[in-house]
Antibody, heavy 121, light 111 residues
C-alpha cells in the first residue's frame, strides 16, 4: 500500500516561506504523478499543484501560481512543495496525494495525514 | 473552473436509513469524471467512488454513485454507524487543452 507522510508545516509570517516534504513509500515513485491538495475552513478542499512522473511537467492552481513550486526526487522517494510569499489565506492543512495517473486532473486514491500551515503575524 | 455545489449541507438521519447526497456542476463534467470522498474528523479524505459510479477498493456496496453531465448523486443504501461523516464530490474533467483544474464541492455532513 502507498504511504505518504508529510512534514515541514508550522507557523510563518505573511510574506514568509515554508517548504513541505512528503516521504513516499510502498510504491515505485517514478511510476506515479503526485499532487498537493489543501483544506481550510474558508476555502474548503482545494487542489494546489501536480507534477508528472519524471518531474518534467508541473501544474498549479491560479491561487498559488508564481508563489509555490512543486518538485520531486524519485531516487529519494520524496515530494516537496516550496511555498513563498505566503498569505493569510494560504493557511490550511496541506495533503500530499497520489492521483490515479494524471498530474493535471484526476481523482486521488491515496492521501497523507496532512501538515498544518498557519500564516499569521 | 467548474464549481460544484453539494446539497443538502447537512443530512440528519438514523442508522439503517437511506442517504441521498447531490452534487451539481456549473458546467458539464466531461466523461463522468466525478469522484466522491468520505472524511472523518482529523483524518484525510478517503476515496469512495471514481468515474461517477466505480467503487474504490474495499468500499462496501451500500455506497453507490450515479449521474452524468451536471448532476451526480451518492447514495448510501443503509447507513451504518461508521458512515456518519462529511462527504465531498470532486470533478477532474480538465485535461489538455482545457486546463480546467480539479475542484471539490463544499461537502455534505451526514449526522
Amino acid at each position: 500500500d502507498v504511504r505518504l507522510l508529510e512534514s515541514g508545516g508550522g507557523l510563518v509570517q505573511p510574506g514568509g516561506s515554508l517548504r513541505l516534504s512528503c516521504a513516499v513509500s510502498g510504491v515505485t515513485l517514478e511510476r506515479h504523478a503526485m499532487s498537493w491538495v489543501r483544506q481550510s475552513p474558508v476555502r474548503g478542499l482545494e487542489w494546489v499543484s501536480g507534477i508528472d512522473e519524471a518531474g518534467a511537467r508541473t501544474y498549479y492552481a491560479d491561487s498559488v501560481k508564481g508563489r509555490f513550486t512543486i518538485s520531486r526526487d524519485n531516487a529519494k522517494n520524496m515530494l516537496w512543495l516550496q511555498m513563498d510569499s505566503l498569505r493569510a489565506d494560504d493557511t490550511a492543512v496541506y495533503y500530499c496525494a497520489k492521483p490515479n495517473w494524471n498530474a493535471e486532473a484526476d481523482w486521488f486514491g491515496s492521501w497523507g495525514q496532512g501538515a498544518l500551515v498557519t500564516v499569521s503575524s | 473552473e467548474i464549481v460544484l455545489t453539494q446539497s443538502p449541507a447537512t443530512l440528519s438521519l438514523s442508522p439503517g436509513e437511506r442517504a441521498t447526497l447531490s452534487c451539481g456542476a456549473s458546467q458539464t463534467v466531461r466523461a463522468r469524471y466525478l469522484a466522491w470522498y468520505q472524511q472523518k474528523p482529523g483524518l484525510a479524505p478517503r476515496l469512495l467512488i471514481s468515474d461517477a459510479s466505480r467503487r474504490a477498493t474495499a468500499i462496501p456496496d451500500r455506497f453507490s454513485g450515479s449521474g452524468s453531465g451536471t448532476n451526480f448523486t451518492l447514495t448510501i443504501s443503509r447507513l451504518e454507524p461508521e458512515d456518519f461523516a462529511i462527504y465531498y464530490c470532486q470533478q477532474y474533467s480538465g485535461s489538455p487543452p482545457s486546463g480546467t483544474p480539479p475542484t471539490f464541492g463544499g461537502g455534505t455532513r451526514v449526522e
